[in-house]
Each structure stands twice: as structure tokens, then as C-alpha cells.
């Protein structure tokens, strides 16, 4: 390792210990992953007393989550009837999408089920022109809407609008502009089976 990770008295830091741990062991199982070691180290002058040491750095992650009992019924109500369900709290009716299992503001169990309409308000969105990993190709465009019926909003992908000119797109895609739900004909019982349209 480098003088870089090591503190006052030349001794190792326990996150270079660390370091060297990760790196002999990916070597040693044979992983074809990035390492510490093949960045670049960049070092800044801290207020003019010590250096500093950035280093980049990347993830790159696969996962499965467990949806539990609220997200299961969620994403199978999208899958096998096209509707999106909200739960309701039953003390101040607050709708929430996605659906919770307890009211974020009373802290009371929401166990009733509640469709919500197809159409909706854009409460903010962006316009993404890099690319991410697992992503569409940019440029693509999203947006938080409150559907009717909702009281919280639930982002998601706009499509149909020309993202050519992202400053006119951002225009057209302003906060107030009124949408409705396009489902997929093939559902997965994911939020990909929709996606939203200009309405």
C-alpha cells in the first residue's frame, strides 16, 4: 500500500488495514471487480494544514428486496387488474401512493385499499441527459404526479414528449401539467407497468 493511508507515526489506519483486507481478498477470489488500487489519488490542501485524499469511486450493484406485505399487493393489483391502489388512513384519510403500511403522519395502521384515477398533476420532474446504469437511454423524462384521489405523489417515466430541445421540454413538462396512466399490455408487477402520458 501507499504512504497515503497511513496517520501520524507512520502506523496503518484501520481503514488502510481495511483496504489492504479488500484488496488481497478480491485478488485471492479471483473477482473481477475494481479495487481501491486501480484509481487514481488525488490529494487537496486543506485550509493549508494537511492534505486531504479523494479518492473516486463507483457502485455497481445487483439486489432483490423483500416487497412485504403492502408492496406485494401493490404490484399485483398493477400486474393483474391495471389499477394502482393506495392505502388510506383511517384517522386523518390521508391517501398514500405508493401505498404504506402505517400513516406517515398519525402513525396508525392504513389497511384500507383504495383505487385512485388515471389521471394527475405533475408536482415536479426532471430531465435526465447522462447515462445510468440499469436506466433508459437519455434523454428520458420524470416526474412526481398526484394522482386524483392521492394525497402524495409517485414518480415515474413521461412519455410522448419531444426531448429533442430539453429546454423546451422543460417547459412543456411544467409543475401544474396534467397527465393520465398508460399501462403496458405485458405487466411484470413492477412500476415500469405504467408510465405517464401528457394528458
Request: charged content about 30%; proline content about 5%; glycine content about 8%.
Amino acid at each position: 500500500m501507499t504512504d497515503q493511508r497511513k496517520v501520524k507515526g507512520g502506523k496503518p489506519s484501520a481503514i488502510s488495514r481495511k483496504i489492504d483486507w479488500f484488496e488481497s481478498d478480491c485478488t485471492l477470489r479471483g473477482r473481477n471487480v475494481p479495487v481501491l488500487s486501480d484509481f487514481s489519488h488525488k490529494e487537496v490542501a486543506m485550509n493549508g494544514t494537511r492534505d486531504i485524499m479523494v479518492v473516486p469511486g463507483e457502485w455497481h450493484i445487483r439486489y432483490q428486496y423483500a416487497a412485504g406485505k403492502v408492496g406485494t399487493e401493490f404490484f399485483r393489483r398493477l400486474r393483474d387488474d391495471a389499477k394502482i391502489m393506495a392505502t388510506k388512513c383511517p384517522k386523518c384519510d390521508l391517501v398514500m401512493l405508493p401505498p404504506r403500511g402505517y400513516c406517515e403522519r398519525c402513525f396508525v395502521p392504513a389497511e384500507e385499499w383504495v383505487e385512485v384515477k388515471d389521471t394527475g398533476t405533475i408536482e415536479a420532474c426532471t430531465i435526465v441527459t447522462e447515462q445510468f446504469e440499469g436506466l433508459p437511454k437519455p434523454p428520458y423524462a420524470i416526474a412526481y404526479v398526484v394522482l386524483d384521489g392521492a394525497s402524495t405523489a409517485m414518480i415515474n417515466f413521461v412519455s410522448g414528449v419531444d426531448l429533442s430541445d430539453v429546454r423546451e421540454a422543460a417547459k412543456i413538462l411544467g409543475i401544474g401539467r396534467r397527465v393520465r396512466v398508460a399501462f403496458n399490455k405485458e405487466r411484470e408487477g413492477k412500476i415500469t407497468d405504467f408510465h405517464y402520458e401528457l394528458a
